[in-house]
């Protein structure tokens, strides 16, 4: 069964950094795109970053300059550098990623950046 595993999430403060993980298991093959997503309370979810497997790189203009996704496709595992946040960054982050069609989510991490 393919899964989805995110961590990394936890409180930080304004201008401090964060690294999100997502580890892809039950699988030997790899997920094109894998990304990143998130939702805000009251919000609607939102693409942050997408990463294909050749390393194509795209990003939300709200955190463009700030945000580098990366991808490690041997441990099929994808990342997430997240510095200089803020508080508007406050929210669910999400991993996805599409295998042979099928896309698939992670649980969540939960990401809160306090002032």
């Known amino acids: 069964q393919v899964q989805l595993v995110e961590s990394g999430g936890g409180l930080v403060q304004a201008g401090e950094s964060l690294r999100l993980s997502c580890a892809a298991t039950g699988s030997m093959f790899s997920f094109n795109p894998m990304g990143w997503s998130r939702q805000a309370p009251g919000k609607q979810r939102e693409l942050v970053a997408t990463?294909?497997?050749?390393?194509?790189?795209n990003y939300a203009d709200s955190v463009k300059g700030r945000f580098t996704i990366s991808r490690d496709n041997a441990k099929n595992t994808v990342y997430l550098q997240m510095n200089s946040l803020k508080l508007e960054d406050t929210a669910v982050y999400y991993c996805?990623?599409?295998?042979?069609?099928?896309?698939?989510w992670g649980q969540g991490t939960q990401v809160t950046v306090s002032s």
């Open positions: 990463i294909t497997n050749s390393g194509r790189t």
């Open positions: 996805n990623g599409v295998l042979d069609s099928l896309e698939y």
